[in-house]
């Protein structure tokens, strides 16, 4: 396949998780919009490696340090959403004002 199709299919998961993380007010589905963006530059990498060089491992190597990096943050934001969600009762990111002063 060409290039130009992973670069548009990129572009379209990164343009879905901007928006997903401008418009929700629900901490999950912020994370899952980034889980998205991640996801394309996933693509990006593999895309970009297998176009400029097609026996090398680089882009696949650094896509499974994205995605670990990915797995790290989803967790560490599952076990932060889930504090939240026990002391407040609610997963809306207006009703957090911890961090304010």
Same mark, same amino acid.
């Given at each position: 396949? +060409?290039?130009?199709?992973?670069?548009?299919?990129a572009a379209a998961l990164f343009c879905i998780g901007v928006y997903g993380l401008?418009?929700?007010? *629900?901490?999950?589905?912020?994370?899952?919009?980034?889980?998205?963006?991640?996801?394309?530059? *996933?693509?990006?990498?593999?895309?970009?490696?297998?176009?400029?060089?097609?026996?090398?491992?680089?882009? +696949?190597?650094?896509?499974?340090?994205?995605?670990?990096?990915?797995?790290?943050?989803?967790?560490?934001?599952l076990a932060i959403v889930l504090s939240i969600y026990r002391n407040r009762d609610?997963?809306?990111?207006? +009703?957090?004002?911890?961090?304010?002063?």
């Amino acid at each position: 396949m +060409q290039l130009e199709y992973f670069l548009i299919l990129a572009a379209a998961l990164f343009c879905i998780g901007v928006y997903g993380l401008v418009i929700s007010r *629900n901490v999950i589905r912020v994370l899952m919009s980034i889980e998205l963006m991640l996801n394309a530059v *996933n693509i990006n990498l593999m895309a970009f490696s297998n176009y400029l060089d097609p026996d090398g491992i680089k882009g +696949q190597v650094f896509a499974v340090f994205v995605i670990t990096i990915a797995a790290a943050e989803a967790a560490v934001g599952l076990a932060i959403v889930l504090s939240i969600y026990r002391n407040r009762d609610t997963v809306d990111m207006e +009703q957090f004002n911890l961090l304010k002063w």
